[in-house]
């Protein structure tokens, strides 16, 4: 009799970001660190999200350089090649392919309900385009075409992952068991992390105040200055309290850049005042972020390698997803492909 396998099979994980400039703190502790974290324990896959990033204007020629530059960043914050798959969206098809069998698995009333559309939608007036419309169903397409059990994200993508979970469970109910229902899988801190010039709004690249946001290739004295402008309130304590949405803020990215709990770090500044927090903070995140600095430099000096592990996550990719759409495709009554 055959032994039985003992191996227990891993979780899928799948996660994305939009190839629209340098990734921000934001980004890094809301969602990049989580992935580095998951590829010692899971199967991962990564992907640097350009169909995403055409729902608003991008001059062709910079789309592509951010997206090249984008992928070297993600490796740089720890994504290996070897051990995940990294790959670049609009090199998979199915992606987009998926996109239209459940985008007709989704309501309007979804989509419109979706508060990123509208935030977007006002930021670009002039460019309401249906792609900014249905962006939610192709995000719902990259985690459900590989059945991904775990998607690290940072909060501002919540409302999208519910409802790709609601689309998987609205297609497994009409045509029968095909996808995996996936799980958001969110920081303990930092799953949003907020302006450094307005901590009541979201840290953001597109804000319009460089120093409202640090960008993870900032260099050191750039960081500091960032933190030391940050708007904070009118007492002195460095507590973690309602209404004190700056503070908060601050000790939340110490907090995460050196893994101390907020009572620790309230004891280590007791009694100073916000410009030492501020410069401690500032310094912690400059050397957290010192060897991401490096190693991007290496990497994206290295072009030729760059484009071979972008070919190859994508062939892998592609693999994966084939089985996942002739599956769906055979489920809807597509005839059947060769
Ligand atoms: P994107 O490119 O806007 O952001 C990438 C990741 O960073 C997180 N994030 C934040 N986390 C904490 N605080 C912040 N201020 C902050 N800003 C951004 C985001 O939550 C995100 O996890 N639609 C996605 C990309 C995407 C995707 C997917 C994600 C496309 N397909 C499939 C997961 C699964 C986006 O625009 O993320």
Redesign the pocket.
Known sequence: MPEQSTEIKKKRI?????P?GV??L??Y????RSWDTLQKEFECIY?I?DL?AITVMQEPSALRQNTMRAFALMLACGMDPEKSITFV?SRNPHHAELSWVLSCSTMFGELNRMTQFKDKSAKHSDNINAGLFT?PV??AA??LAYNADL???????KQ??ELARNIAIRFNQRYGDTFTVPDGYFPKQ?????SLQDPTK????SDENANACVYILDDKDTILRKFRRAVTDSDAEVVFREGKDGINNLMTIYGAVTGKTMEEIEAEFAGKGYGDFKTAVGEAVADHLEPVRTEYARLIADKAYLTQCIDTGSEQAYRITRKTLSKVFRKVGFIDRK
């Open positions: 799948f996660s994305a970001i939009q629209t990734f921000t934001g980004n502790i809301g969602a990049i992907a999200a995403h969206q962006y192709l995000m990259d985690i998607v690290p994200i940072g909060a501002d993508q999208h992952l930092g799953a949003r992390l907020m979201k840290m953001s690249k």
